[in-house]
């Protein structure tokens, strides 16, 4: 993103209504899935704008245009039906095109020789049915088909950076619903939104696996997405989880060989 259009992003947004109030923009800030720390200079406007714009520059080399995206998306719902609404919508959509450039781009250097990466995105309380599903992968690690990654959140030994660089590395994000992770608000906005918008670029496969009974799951961002197990049986209603959980692993196979051979192809081609 060219620093003019940073320049440009922080004035539309300090055009919506109230955003003058630093603690309107902070609390819009607050919510950017990225890993600095916003300096803020709340007695000082044009030293806070100043602030945004040197950060966003920074963000746009950290974190790339995912949080940038997330951060237009955090105030579009705010100016909707309004010109600096659709002033924004116009440069979420440039964003977002400039992001799939750069993904092609990226994806092009991906042999069909290079493992498929699977991110799992689950709650705490369905850790075991992310361990369950990865013993049914295994195989495929082994022949270095796929590498898979699964958040050891209740060990606390995974980095909020590693956890990031695995997302927006991840070929395949694999969402474990449940009502755990529905009603987790920081999960939705660190894993689930961002894998959102990559899927949004191009960039990233979501497959949804139920595996509790959820309410209202299909009303969600991804209740359009087909959903595994087939017939969308969650997998504690199984008699047999082991069954669902291979009917399962089969499907991803499915996906990870429908990707390899996309790649196969484009290698082909160029």
Partial sequence: MKSEQQTYLVRLLLRIPDIENPSTRTSLLASIPNRLS???DHT???NDISHLVEQLAQMRLLDGQRALLVFIDNALYRVEDTMTGKELAALRQQIATEDQLSAKKTD???????PIALFYC???EDERYYKELDKQLAVMKRNKVITTYGLDILAGTVTKEETERALQAADIVLLLVSPDLMASD??????VKPALLQREVGTTYIIPILVRDTAQWKDSEFGMLQASPKGEKPVRAWKNSDEA?????GEIRKVVDDLRSSRSNSSHVE
């Fill in 122 to 124: 689950y709650a705490p």
């Fill in 186 to 191: 920081r999960l939705y906005e660190e894993l």
């Fill in 108 to 114: 092009s250097a991906k042999t069909a020789d290079t």
């Fill in 38 to 40: 916003l300096a803020r």
């Fill in 245 to 249: 959980l291979f009917s399962i692993a």
């Fill in 44 to 46: 000082n406007t044009e």
